[in-house]
């Protein structure tokens, strides 16, 4: 990312990005004291956990068993949440969704577990953007070579399979219509510095000016990311 670092603050500094409004959601339930909180997909690191601290009674769950030891984090599937009904009053999800099987069965425990008027926020790539394309249609060795030649052996994060089952504005207005006990709170489409050509400075500019484009033609369905936050609807 450093060749492109000035391209990325020369036209994103008045951008606010995905990550940034998610924290700001979760800023706002912490200070409204809607504990706890569920990092649903927290990563091996708990990382999200980590930043907000103890005080934010955030709890981190994840697959694996080579988990945070030193921050609230458990192993799980978040197709059979072990927390009882009614639980949280807030659940939020960062880059989890497009790798989900059975993504309705998620939001079906993510509703179990939180309380009436409870909301879960979460943030996806859209199934639409060309990055999300592209990686739909190659192998995941190929994913994981792209990530080491363009970030490095070190790269911050893992890859997995993408499956894109629940990564579209349409899925979700779709829950929220049929009687799974769902509002839309918001549902928006998000602007992203096109990080995946950060090798080529040429292609880099190429993709911020079609993100550019998007955005102002307000073409939700081709935007790089989706944040969603869905209410549980009171009885």
């Not at 999200?48 to 769950?61: E, K, L, N, S, T």
């Not at 829950?175 to 510095?193: E, F």
Request: hydrophobic content about 40%; glycine content about 8%; proline content about 5%.
């Amino acid at each position: 990312m450093k060749r492109v670092n000035d391209l990325v603050c020369k036209y994103y500094a008045d951008v606010t990005l995905g990550k940034e409004l998610l924290s700001n959601l979760i800023q706002e339930a912490i200070g409204k004291k809607q504990f706890p909180i569920l990092d649903a997909g927290c990563g091996r690191h708990g990382n999200w956990v980590r930043r907000f601290g103890p005080d934010a009674h955030v709890i981190g769950m994840d697959l694996g068993s080579d988990l945070a030891s030193d921050v609230p984090v458990i192993s799980g599937d978040l197709g059979n949440i072990p927390f009882r009904d009614e639980s949280f009053s807030f659940v939020f999800s960062r880059s989890v969704f497009e790798h989900l099987a059975k993504p309705a069965e998620v939001l079906k425990e993510f509703h179990r577990i939180l309380k009436p008027g409870g909301r879960c926020a979460i943030l996806t790539p859209n199934r639409y953007d060309y990055s999300s394309i592209v990686a739909a249609l190659t192998p995941q060795a190929f994913h994981e070579f792209f990530v080491r030649r363009v970030y490095g052996e070190t790269a911050a994060y893992d890859t997995y399979p993408v499956l894109y089952r629940a990564n579209t504005p349409g899925y979700f207005r779709k829950v929220a219509s049929q009687k799974a006990g769902w509002k839309i709170v918001q549902l928006s489409g998000l602007r992203h510095y096109p990080a995946n050509f950060a090798f080529s400075r040429i292609l880099f500019l190429l993709g911020i000016y079609f993100d550019e484009f998007i955005a102002k033609m307000k073409w939700t369905a081709l935007q790089p990311s989706l944040l969603i936050v869905l209410e549980k609807r009171r009885s």
